[in-house]
């Protein structure tokens, strides 16, 4: 069943037995809106019941039946919807049996994409996402065109729909988890790149790249996907892609869509290219961050005039917790990339500093995923290592047994972020950068990456 307002979904749920499973930023304001639409609320999650009492869970969630610990998926039979957290597969045997007794199993991002009427632009891959979401949303601020962003970034989007018109764009961030059963696709979709990444979640790396092609295999021929000419899985992708594709490149020349060459970025037109921006104008440093640019160029480019582009790259200087400077301090500049939660990220993010001595912070929880390419380039050029987490003797290992062509790094292995920033300091020389760019993700010691981020930068400013 799908639902094509929030008036429709607000009448199928009234009087029925709703579980919310996962009481995070998303589903904790779907839980209050299913209650104040008068459903039978049970609210689920895996943390047990004393931290949910501790967070405030039961008293903002008055007249719900409240479900904490191992036992959180139990007793889903009889349930007339389901609505789980983008990081609960929906083909677990609690929600498929639940959906053969004929419960309706869905996610905050189905509804939201079923109900809302305006124009949807989403963005997905293994990395670059939010930099390039939030890209497109400068720029369609810029252009004074009305807009929210949701998904990954911004606020839950579900439960505002009747007070969103037609006119404004929804911008979305959308990650495997999210796209892994998404059965409705935006008008415009973006896939950045892919790389091996939450090999821990998906069961293959076939199974990470096919969620990814949920962002447009549900959509039609009107609409509009954009892809890295120079990544190799994309031309599986357009052959596969219902409607238009535009391409973006910094090594090739796409017939349609945008490119970087000498200097100097085109768009394409049906094989016709023409000058519209200098690189140098770009604030935003490296490779990669020209692909963000590229990408959200693509997506938005007929809505937005060339002026504000323009501007635009002129004044975006990032988004926090992607190789931010925190603070420079007796010549030395601490950078926070906590979003850096695979070796492919922390590798673009060294590719930044390529004359810059680093003290890098490395480690955290491991994905499944292989780290030896992460040997060589800090070998190369990090002045000392410093660890933290449970991937931090894999990584001593592999870097003291890595061939070396200089100096080997120092390596510290550190329990707190207060402890490996004050380690890095240090070791740290004018002139140097304290880079955090962990390669792993942050559940170790951390509830996100932007939790890790702000011990970080709190770290970092505690400093004498």
Known sequence: MRFSSPAQLKAFV???????????????????????????VSARDRRDPASLEADGIPQRLKGAQIVGGDGYLDGLEGFDLILHSPGIRRDLP???????????VTGEMDLFLQMFHGRTVAVTGSSGKTTTTSLIR?????QGIPCVCGGNIGTPLMTQVESLSQDTVAVLELSSFQLFALETSPDVAVITNISPNHLDWHKDMAEYAESKANIFLHGGKEHLL??????????????RAPGRVRWFSDVNRPENGVFLENGTFFEAENGVARPFMERRRLALPGKY????FMA???????LVQPETMLRVAEEFQGVEHRCETVRCLRQVRYVNSSIDSSPARTLATVSLFPQTPL?????????????????????KQARGVVLLGPMGPALRQLLESAPCEGTRPPIVQTDT???AVAAAAKMARPGDAVLLSPAFTSFDLFRNFEERGHAFKNAVMALQ
């Open 14 to 40: 009234k009087g029925k037995r709703v579980a919310v499973i996962g009481l995070g930023i998303s589903n904790l304001p779907a839980a209050e809106y299913f209650l104040a639409a008068g459903a039978l």
């Open 94 to 104: 609690a929600l498929q049996k639940a959906a053969v007794a004929g419960a309706l």
């Open 138 to 142: 400068e720029l369609l601020r810029a």
């Open 226 to 239: 954009c892809l890295n000419a120079d990544d190799p899985y994309s031309r599986d992708y357009a052959a």
């Open 289 to 292: 961050n020209a692909q963000n």
């Open 296 to 302: 959200a160029f693509c997506a938005v480019g007929e």
């Open 359 to 379: 003290v890098m912070i490395l480690g955290g929880k491991p994905k499944g995923i292989p780290f030896d390419e992460l040997a060589k380039p800090i070998l």
């Open 417 to 419: 972020m207060e402890q």
